[in-house]
């Protein structure tokens, strides 16, 4: 815990500085205001999302990828009574949604597609149009919607053999042809205006923060009741260890992966 304090700090204290010294400047695609204390909500999105992403890429790779190589098992049913399963990645992402919306910043997270293994992940309607632009460009795109506000979408892509192989292998799966690289959804974020502020960006990155350490603790307490638990501490799977990062473990790989890209973002050179 006291890692994760620190770490949480450290990046508060930097985000202040950053917004003291150089306010971030407006993407020119939402150039609408000069006010240092208005920051298009752009960057707020693309700060969000750079941690969730590393988030992701560490989970998927160092906890399911070598969990796996070591005995450790994850599927759709692992919050089930007596399965002794962890969170697919997707999945686990779901599990950060959940965590948000118990906090009161209405930020809101979700991961859809065109092609989802799950119906309620479909685009529809105006999200449905903005995700194939987001296929055709590879590229996030942001827009409004009536009832939700801002959105923003960004392409989630096929990384790893290991969601390939899932994708294409579902019995639900509506499409079997994945090739890595190929965008196979988009990780969509909500907030209710079009402009937010430092604080705001301050308070929403040290609450996701703690929204992933809850749903990253959800998954540890859940193997806690394993019947051969493995040892959770700081080993990772990766070492070839039976063994799982303690929440501080991980969120420290977390931050340390994306701090950097966050804090480019926050500058205004995304």
């Known amino acids: 815990m006291r890692r994760f304090i620190l770490w949480a700090l450290t990046l508060a204290c930097i985000c202040i ?61 692992w919050k089930e009574i007596g399965v002794e399963k962890g969170p697919l990645p997707a999945l686990f992402l779901r599990e950060l949604s959940f965590e948000l919306e118990k906090r009161p910043e209405p930020l809101g997270l979700y991961l859809g597609s065109d092609k989802p293994i799950n119906p309620s992940n479909l685009f529809k309607g105006d999200t449905a149009v903005d995700y194939k632009t987001v296929v055709m460009s590879r590229e996030p795109i942001f827009s409004t919607l009536e009832g939700y506000g801002s959105i923003a979408m960004f392409p989630d892509f096929a990384s790893a053999p290991g969601c390939v192989s899932c994708h294409n292998e579902h019995k639900d799966s509506p499409k079997n042809d994945w090739e890595l690289n190929d965008v196979m959804g988009a ?79 926050l500058i205004g050179e995304k």
């Open 17 to 77: 500085y950053l917004f003291v010294t150089a306010p971030a400047e407006l993407p020119k695609q939402h150039a609408q205001t000069s006010d240092a204390h208005e920051i298009d909500v752009a960057v707020m999105f693309h700060a969000v999302n750079a941690l969730n992403a590393h988030a992701r890429q560490i989970y998927t790779r160092e906890i399911v990828g070598a969990g796996k190589k070591v005995g450790l098992k994850f599927g759709e049913d």
């Open 187 to 265: 990780t969509t974020w909500t907030w209710p205006d079009s402009t937010t502020s430092s604080d705001e960006i301050r308070q929403i990155l040290k609450t996701e923060i703690e929204a992933l350490g809850d749903a990253y603790q959800n998954y540890l307490v859940k193997v806690s009741n394993f019947d051969a638990p493995p040892k959770i501490g700081p080993e990772w799977p990766n070492s070839g260890q039976f063994a799982l990062p303690d929440k501080d473990a991980f969120l420290e790989a977390v931050l340390n992966a994306a701090s950097p890209e966050i804090l480019t973002t």
